[in-house]
């Protein structure tokens, strides 16, 4: 205060002298003195310059950053912003749901150091490279064989096995008898049209307007083609799906044909059940891992019943066990196959070639069997898959989980004995308390990258939280193509499949057959959606128990083979009789995915348009 009394006694004695000049030449000096007394003495801030945001130069990459599951979404956001000013680090794609973000890092050691030692991050990890079970990329040629367009009331030799149906060994489609369907199947149709099932196709998308199946789709989302935002995000795109590769829409198809009452291969489907496409994979059968993410991300938020994937990938990451974990709890049926011996071909960790790239369906997994001229033509116990096959009398012989495949098969009393999740594949098997114990979310189980055995299950058919599905045949053994292990849970016809097949010459009206697991999870697919619709009060813990407890076992075989009858039977008896812990773990399960959904709509994220 000295300063100013000082300062105002200068000015006004000032102006008691004359001279207009020398009065402000004095003022301007006093003023400047005064403003330069008060910044040293910290009475005036000079403000600072602003720090520019860092610009980075050089190469970037794409990472699923895992946040604790303490953390809340305001953290996470905030952790974000400082990051994009600090490092350069841009927003992708953001993931509530487990509180993690796609970001694009730069390809700087220290920076990604930076990142992954957050106290509120629990782990980075690259974003890998997700492949379909089948593709397109034999040679550029389609991997489906092309067919005439089927008769009504006429069906696939697999969907004749399933409803217990007579058919020729050496045809691939026979017709069904009306007189044959049996009161329980006819009632169970009722009850889906009281009570239809919500399932996403999670895949290379589905062409909306082939004849089969156009009229059961419904929209879904594109995670492939996203909508670029100004900052940097990518935001999904809800809305109808392009199949530019085939895969989705033959999957589809298989599930459309045998959920139609009518047997019009799918056409009348659309009164018992409603498809959504969820496009994550591109016109090469590729995608990204947080593409799955997303994919559950979007099934939880939109009621989604069951969701089928025919996706592979051989390493388990913290991000996707924990989508996985929370879409179980969350009450979702997720059904995925467990891929086939042509996803080994390629070496590279997170990768699973696809069956119908060059193998299940193109020349290889046995020259021209598995959907060459075997497994259907003089195949399937013939001379089929591979010659005298797969090492035994082939494909039903004592090949295929006898002594085939590996001396004793598949590891010890076989894959079928006291495997499938016993002591069987090597032992306490792939993981210590092997994928299902303490695996598959605790420390084993491949969790920290190590290598899967080859041919065994693989991701995410491999987690507990799925139901595994392996291919068999005409006489309910192994296929010669399909991977197995402890992990599979069930088997489903995967050789020869007709269904709806745009990759041909006619996207709407076109036919194809196709083989590999991919090709026999729908049918786990449909079989669950009855279930769901006898009995919309199960959770999916009961309809993984009902599907295994009923299958079809046979000692040599690593797993129990699909068995619709004993499937439907048990629910029925189940809805006469209804036990209320299922009842309540139901119940508890819809009130987490609620939980889910309100944390999503109160992060204020756009996650899709």
């Known amino acids: 205060m000295g300063s100013l009394k000082y300062f105002l006694m200068r000015v006004k004695s000032v102006f008691k002298n004359p001279g207009r000049e020398n009065q402000m030449r004095f003022l301007k000096n006093t003023l400047l003195a005064f403003f330069l007394v008060m910044v040293s003495s910290g009475l005036i801030i000079y403000p600072a310059q602003a720090k520019k945001p860092f610009k980075w130069e050089g190469e970037f990459v794409k990472e699923i950053v895992l946040f604790q599951e303490h953390a809340t979404w305001t953290e996470i956001r905030d952790v974000g912003k400082i990051w994009k000013k600090d490092f350069d680090i841009k927003t992708v794609m953001k993931l509530p749901f487990i509180n993690a973000l796609v970001m694009r890092v730069p390809d700087d050691a220290v920076i990604l150091g930076d990142v992954a030692d957050h106290p509120l991050v629990e782990s980075v990890e690259g974003d890998g490279k997700i492949f379909e079970i089948e593709g397109l990329s034999n040679n550029g040629k389609s991997f489906i064989e092309k067919i005439p367009s089927p008769k009504r009331m006429r069906g696939p030799w697999s969907l004749l096995r399933l409803l217990d149906q007579p058919y020729d060994d050496d045809s691939l489609i026979g017709p069904i008898d009306p007189n044959l369907i049996t009161d329980e199947i006819s009632f169970v149709f009722e009850r889906l ?51 530019d590769n085939g895969h989705g829409t033959h999957v589809t198809g298989i599930i459309t044909t045998f959920l139609d009452p009518e047997y019009k291969w799918g056409r009348e489907a659309k009164d018992y059940v409603e498809i959504y496409p969820v496009k994550i994979l591109d016109k090469y059968a590729t995608g990204d891992v947080s593409n799955i993410i997303m994919g559950l991300q979007w099934a939880i938020d939109n009621d989604i019943d069951i969701i089928n994937m025919s996706v592979g990938y051989r390493q388990d990451t913290p991000a996707l066990r924990r989508a996985f974990q929370e879409a179980y709890k969350a009450n979702l049926t997720i059904v995925a196959s467990v891929g086939n011996h042509s996803n080994w071909d390629d070496e590279d960790g997170l990768q699973g070639l696809a069956d119908g790239g060059s193998a299940d369906g193109g020349s290889a997994d046995g020259g021209s069997a598995d959907g060459g001229s075997a497994d259907g033509g003089s195949a399937d116990g013939g001379s089929a898959d591979g010659g005298s096959a797969d090492g035994g009398s082939a494909d039903g012989g004592s090949a295929d989980g006898g002594s085939a495949d590996g001396g004793s098969a598949d590891g010890g009393s076989a894959d079928g004995g006291s495997a499938d999740g016993g002591s069987a594949d090597g032992g306490s098997a792939d993981g210590g308390s092997a994928d299902g114990g303490s695996a598959d979310g605790g420390s084993a189980g491949s969790g920290s990258g190590e290598s899967l055995p080859r041919y065994s299950v693989m991701y995410p058919a491999r987690y507990s939280e799925v139901i595994a599905v392996g291919a068999s045949g005409k006489f309910g053994e192994l296929a010669s193509f399909s991977n197995s292990g402890e992990e599979m849970d069930i088997m489903a016809p995967g050789v020869k499949i007709p269904s709806a097949d745009i990759t041909n010459g006619n996207k709407k009206k076109g036919f194809g057959l196709c083989s590999g697991t991919s090709m026999a999870a729908p049918y786990v697919t449909a079989v669950a959606a009855m279930i769901k619709g006898i009995a919309p009060m199960l959770d999916n813990d009961a309809i993984k128990d009902i599907l295994i407890r009923n299958a079809n076992y046979d000692a040599q075989e690593p797993a129990g083979e699909l068995n619709l009858t004993g499937a439907i039977n048990e629910t029925l008896a189940w809805l006469l009789n209804q036990d209320p812990d299922t009842l309540s773990r139901n119940e508890m399960k819809e009130i987490y995915r609620q939980n889910l959904i309100e944390k999503m709509e109160t992060s204020g994220e756009i996650l899709w348009q």
Do not use: Y
Not at 209 to 236: C, M, Q, W, Y
């Open 193 to 243: 049209k009281e009570n239809k099932v919500r399932i996403a196709i999670f895949d290379t998308g589905i062409f909306n307007e082939h004849v089969k199946i156009k009229d059961s789709l419904n929209e879904g989302i594109d995670i492939i083609d996203r909508l670029a935002g100004r900052f940097g995000e990518e935001t999904p795109l809800m809305g109808p799906t392009i199949d």
